[in-house]
């Protein structure tokens, strides 16, 4: 076992995969899957695990198994730039968010966007509709008035950055497995030589923090609520609450795996009681050792 109190430290699966002959790579809480994208230099088959829509259909973009045709999408794209370039009716997304986490215009070209996707006019396969659709999601995140979450937005803004819609860079690598469950459900289906767990660390909700962008990827136009206009709660993680030392054990127990990685932020004392850990890390170290051998290394870094 190998506990690793901060991300974004990957040097160590070179040797780990080498030399200990590990072929499967599993991050089992992907976020937007940067981890996961690392792994592939050096792993036969990487999986990626989250319970957001917006992350599943990002990694679905990335890397999801399926052919696409890059003509077609360089099609949709220099259409959607024309079609934004001109005025555009209010929409379910301009309406809701125009002025606030972005402008009117943009809200209006994304919110057009997003229907020409549902309505799939562009014939798009499976393939080509997640690239799509992680294409606006990148190009949305990129110029919304936030500070990196969907929390809030800055109020009393007046020079909102202008949306320009860009497709990402799709892999045609099909070595990709991808799932959108409860990490804990997920530790009981699958093998892994290596398991990387980045588990939420605080009481913030992830699917509270992202919520405009999985309510463009799903969707579903739910009624909004509150100041930062969001939907009804789901997908809330135990990780995020008092019995979150449980459900760790719980996860650690089920692996069926060589090598864990743990990734835990330090911030035991925080001003904020919100920010503060879930898991002591006495509880995190107790809980690895009692399934193997554990490693602890503590590396300093700056906040955010």
């Known amino acids: 076992m190998y506990l690793h109190n901060i991300p974004h430290s990957y040097f160590w699966w070179n040797i780990t995969a080498y030399y200990f002959g590990f072929y499967y790579f599993c991050d089992i809480f992907a976020g937007t899957g940067v981890v996961g994208a690392a792994a592939f230099s050096d792993f036969q088959s990487v999986t990626f695990n989250d319970l957001l ?27 959607m730039s024309i079609r934004s370039s001109k005025p555009i009716r209010h929409n379910y997304f301009s309406k809701n968010f125009s002025g606030k986490y972005f402008s009117e215009e943009s809200a209006k070209a994304i919110g057009m966007i997003r229907e020409t996707i549902e309505e799939n006019s562009y014939d798009f396969n499976p393939r080509e509709r997640a690239i799509a659709l992680s294409s606006l999601l990148y190009s949305s ?5 936030t500070v990196g979450h969907y929390e809030a937005y800055r109020k009393g803004v007046d020079d909102f950055k202008d949306f320009e819609f860009r497709l990402i860079s799709p892999s045609r ?15 009981r289906e699958i093998r892994s030589d290596v398991v990387y767990i980045d588990p939420p660390y605080n009481s913030r909700q992830y699917s509270r923090f992202y919520h405009v962008l999985e309510t463009l ?9 509150g100041v930062a206009l969001k939907p009804p709660t789901e997908n809330v993680s135990e990780y995020c609450k008092v019995g979150a030392a449980e459900a760790f054990e719980d996860l650690i127990s089920n692996l069926d795996t060589s090598l864990i990685i743990v990734s835990y932020n330090n911030t035991y004392a925080s001003k904020s009681t919100s920010s503060r850990n879930k898991i002591s890390l006495e509880e995190i170290t107790s809980i690895l050792r009692a399934k193997g051998k554990t490693r602890t290394k503590k590396i300093p870094h700056k906040h955010f």
Not at 59 to 78: D, P, W
Not at 141 to 145: F, K, L, P, V, Y
């Open 53 to 79: 829509y917006s992350n599943e259909i990002i990694y679905k973009g990335f890397f999801g198994k399926g052919a696409f045709s890059q003509t077609k999408l360089e099609v949709f794209r220099n259409d």
């Open 217 to 225: 990827t799903k969707w579903d136009k739910p009624i909004l609520e």
């Open 141 to 145: 995140d990129r110029i919304a008035n």
């Open 173 to 187: 690598d099909l070595r990709a497995e991808i799932y959108r469950k409860d990490a804990n459900q997920l530790a």
